[in-house]
């Protein structure tokens, strides 16, 4: 029974995957088309979680650039996503500068952010990376909670809301769409660096970094420009984020927040970019699924994790690998 | 307080907190060590040990006139039964994850985290649980600096764990079993070692210490939280980074050291205590970087 089932999904997906080999272009309009028309239909709730699903998917892919396809364990992506969140605060509630321009200074931010963490950690393997990350993510989130410009432990608040044509962003499902055209962009871009000489030279460091080195690949310099690129993600996202919320504070990008992204990314299936999509949707969804059993909703997310861990040990739909 | 006794009395504080630290990172090390594993749950382990020891203590309030016996068996029992939780979660988790790619067994420990701690919170309704038996604060004082009996206990316990634990590595057979699937697992196979008996020995040995050093927190900080494990969690594993992940002296070094960096990381002048972490990881990464294997660790070629 359970095996015709595994079966059966596994058909379904073959077949999704054969139509998406041969009409990618014409499905992702359509798709996007469709997406961008839920608005008229759904509810400010749906529109919402689904929202926060389109914000997952852009931090999801993001870190997929670092973990998934350059093979980088990183456990403090939080921090890139506080430093974008933290620029567009400051310079919005303290400067008033407006919401646009914010974005391309956050961008430098947290690509700094990207080669400060990134530099040090070059030389280190796997496990050891992990904690100088996590060490790293606590230390801006640390800051962030005592430093008084980024106000302290109780955060900023009235960061403005963005203006686009005039019009003041300040409904939901304004926010829905700008977190579906950022994950489209997000999409688009990965798949763009997958197929580049650049995201090439990610797998080979990925597959054997040694080897890749013989092979007259810079290690440092495509290591690097994988932090500095899923940072500028993060970064973005951070943004976007500050400005729909319009108050942030420190506990938004804690340890568990890192984790739960790197969970999406797994989850889906490392490095394969629909899986991490899909991923980043379990991560937003299953919880509001099961919001009605209450306080053992995250209990019962737990087991499901360890369930699809324990079937699918390669996430939900993984990257097929020579 | 002259200067000497400041930084005599900070040495003591940090090292209860570091002999925490060490028997948290002790369990990190051995699990590494053996599968290479960051084992997440770890510090949800110490967290069901310390709730475990409550609930026996709870028990036998009445039964055991003395404290300390009261103490000493809610420890013990607590330790055989996490033990035996940890070899469960071995046995459910990650034994059929071993030939999985690394990172999907450490979204396993970590769905295995989330398990326990809400578990834990659904069971516990959230409260904090006092510890009701209060040790007092008697004890001795050397000068200004004053340690309590209880403090004196804790490190005296940790350090008859630790000596055991390395007894039992280095003298008993299973010890060197341990050693040699860390080295070479295929090869302990075909020389009829029985690998997965080793690994769920070795996840007892990890729970039980966690287990003990969860009891021994609630005994000295007078309150327990099904958060708690978390923090020491975190801590544990910088602990056993910094002395080399995998290597056993290493983790104790880890955790006393840490204990110390934080215990002196709160009388830097001008830093308040709230800086104290950002000290402690910014001096990990430091050491990272000109030793990138830890201080005791060994050089290890190994990918994701």
């Known amino acids: 029974m359970e095996n015709r089932l595994i079966q059966s999904l596994n058909d379904i997906g073959k077949k999704a995957e054969a139509f998406v080999r041969i009409y990618p272009k014409i499905l992702s309009i359509l798709t996007l088309i469709a997406l961008s028309t839920v608005p008229m239909v759904a509810s400010n709730y749906v529109l919402e979680v689904l929202a926060n699903t389109w914000f997952y998917v852009v931090l999801c892919l993001g870190l997929n650039i670092v973990v998934g396809f350059a093979g980088l364990l990183d456990l403090g992506y939080a921090a890139f996503f506080a430093v974008g969140a933290y620029t567009t605060g400051i310079l919005t509630s303290h400067f008033h ?75 939901i499902h304004h926010y829905y769409l700008v977190f579906l055209v950022l994950a489209a962009l997000a999409i688009l871009a990965s798949v763009r660096l997958h197929r580049s000489r650049l995201g090439r030279a990610w797998q080979y460091v990925r597959e054997d970094e040694d080897a890749a080195e013989a092979m007259g690949i810079n290690r440092v310099a495509v290591k690097l420009s994988a932090y500095v690129i899923g940072a500028v993600f993060a970064g973005i996202a951070g943004c976007f984020f500050a400005a729909k919320m319009t108050a942030i504070s420190p506990e938004t990008f804690t ?35 099961f919001r009605g059993i209450g306080p053992m909703r995250l209990l019962v997310f737990g ?17 097929k690998r020579s | 307080m002259t200067h000497l006794d400041i930084i005599l009395q900070q040495l003591a504080n940090g090292l209860i907190l570091g002999s925490f ?46 404290e300390w016996a009261g103490i000493l068996v809610s420890m ?23 030939q999985a790619p690394r990172l999907s067994i450490l979204i396993t420990a970590l769905s295995v985290s989330l398990i326990l701690y809400n578990l ?72 009829g070692i029985d ?15 966690a287990a003990a050093a969860g009891v021994m927190a609630g005994v000295y900080y007078g309150s327990i939280h099904f958060f708690m494990g978390f923090v020491i969690g975190l801590k544990a594993f910088t602990a056993a980074v910094m002395g080399g992940i995998g290597s056993i002296p290493g983790a ?39 030793k990138p294997t830890g201080l005791l660790g060994r050089t290890e070629i190994e990918r994701m």
């Open chain 1, 97 to 171: 500068v407006n919401f646009w321009l914010t974005i391309p200074v956050a961008m430098c931010c947290s690509a700094l952010a990207g080669i400060v963490i990134g530099g040090p950690t070059l030389r280190l393997r796997s496990d050891y990376l992990a904690i100088v990350t996590l060490g790293f993510g606590e230390i801006v989130r640390i800051a962030a909670r005592n430093l008084r410009i980024t106000g302290g432990a109780s955060g900023l608040i009235g960061i403005d809301r963005p203006r686009l044509f005039g019009l003041e962003l300040n409904q």
């Open chain 2, 195 to 209: 690998v997965n008996r080793v690994i769920a020995v070795t996840f007892f040995i990890g729970s039980s210490l």
């Open chain 2, 21 to 66: 630290y060490s028997l948290v990172a002790l369990g990190y090390t051995m699990v590494y060590g053996i599968i290479k594993l960051l084992n997440f749950a770890h510090g949800d382990i110490y967290m069901v040990g310390a709730f475990v020891g409550y609930a026996i203590l709870a028990l036998l309030s009445g039964l055991l006139g003395d």
């Open chain 2, 252 to 290: 104790m070094l880890g955790g006393l050291l840490l204990g110390l960096l934080e215990a002196f990381g709160t009388q830097i002048p001008f830093i308040g205590s709230e800086w104290k972490d950002v000290f402690t990881f910014a001096i990990l990464i430091l050491l990272l970087v000109f």
């Open chain 2, 120 to 191: 834990v919170m659904v069971l516990t309704d959230g409260e904090f649980k006092a510890f009701t038996v209060g040790l007092g604060y008697e004890g001795v004082s050397m000068g200004e600096v004053y340690l309590t009996y209880t403090q004196i206990v804790l490190v005296g316990a940790t350090a008859i764990l630790m000596v055991t634990l390395h007894l039992f590595i280095n003298k008993t057979m299973y010890g060197k079993a341990m050693r040699a699937i860390a080295i070479d697992q295929d090869a302990c196979r075909l020389m």
């Open chain 1, 255 to 289: 340890f568990s927040q890192s984790i739960l992204i790197l969970l999406g990314v797994v989850l889906g299936g490392m490095g394969k970019i629909p899986g991490v999509v899909c991923g980043a949707a379990v991560l937003v969804l299953f919880p509001e699924i």
């Open chain 1, 303 to 319: 087991v499901v994790m360890l369930l699809i861990m324990l079937y699918r040990p390669q996430g939900i739909w993984p990257e």
């Open chain 2, 76 to 98: 013990v029992l607590s330790m055989i039964a996490v033990g035996f939780l940890g070899v469960l979660i071995q046995r459910i988790a990650y034994r059929p994850m071993l």
